[in-house]
């Protein structure tokens, strides 16, 4: 089963709208931990955005936040405001339980086309 | 800019070659991680070194090895390649332990002919 779900194979947004990327996961963990990657075409990826299992609050980065929903697994990628150069592909991931290991399992993606 | 680099950016070999991938961490770092990123795989962990340790093993292939030097850049060795083996292989590193975030290299991506 997958541990990471991305539903959403591709996204179409006006410019200047928020848009919501979703994301579920599964892990019977109760420590684990939650991360945005963007990845451009240019190809490199860059972090976003963590967010703890024991966190209170959701976590936000500038226009970026999470919306952390425990009970449901849920950790959709909110970006605030969208700008042309936010077109990329998005990965959701988690990282399991111990300190010792910290792999991280990505999910498939999501790619984000903003239109002008 | 990450911090972290790899080298080659880009490699092209024929099948049944043996090359080898490069990554230096960024500064501070202990932790390295290997991930393969192919069209039909996805981004698939790899192995992780911290200190010079083996510590987890995801879907590395047999004819895959690497290993984390002194000076804590790391290798990842690929050999018999194959051209399904065609795939932009990415190094991370982050502060072990602490959950926190893996910064990633700007990758390298090999063709195997």
């Known amino acids: 089963a997958q541990k990471i779900t991305q539903t959403q194979p591709g996204m179409f947004v006006q410019e200047k709208e928020a848009v919501t990327l979703d994301c579920t996961y599964d892990t019977s963990d109760p420590s684990y931990g939650l991360f945005w990657y963007k990845q451009p075409s240019s190809g490199e990826m860059i972090f976003l955005i963590y967010?703890?299992?024991?966190?209170?609050q959701n976590a936000t980065e500038g226009r970026y936040s999470l919306n952390f929903q425990k009970a449901r697994k849920s950790a959709n990628l909110v970006i605030s405001a969208s700008q042309l150069g936010d077109s990329a592909m998005y990965f959701c991931a988690m990282r399991e339980g111990s300190d010792r290991d910290d792999k991280i399992i990505f999910g498939k993606g999501t790619r984000l086309h903003i239109l002008p | 800019d990450s911090g972290v680099t790899q080298t080659p950016k880009h490699l092209i070999t024929a099948t049944g070659q043996r090359v080898t991938l490069r990554c230096s961490p960024r500064s501070g770092d202990l932790s390295v991680y290997w991930y393969q990123q192919s069209l039909d795989q996805g981004l698939q962990f790899l192995i992780q070194?911290?200190?010079?340790?083996?510590?987890a093993k995801g879907n590395i292939l047999e004819r895959f090895s690497a290993q984390q030097f002194p000076d804590l850049h790391s290798e990842l060795n690929l050999s018999s390649l194959e051209l399904g083996d065609s795939a932009l292989y990415f190094c991370?590193?982050?502060?072990?332990?602490?959950?926190?975030?893996?910064?990633f290299g700007p990758g390298t991506r090999l063709t195997v002919l």
């Open positions: 070194y911290y200190n010079g340790e083996e510590r």
């Open positions: 991370a590193s982050s502060v072990e332990g602490q959950g926190s975030e893996q910064f």
């Open positions: 967010q703890g299992s024991y966190d209170q």
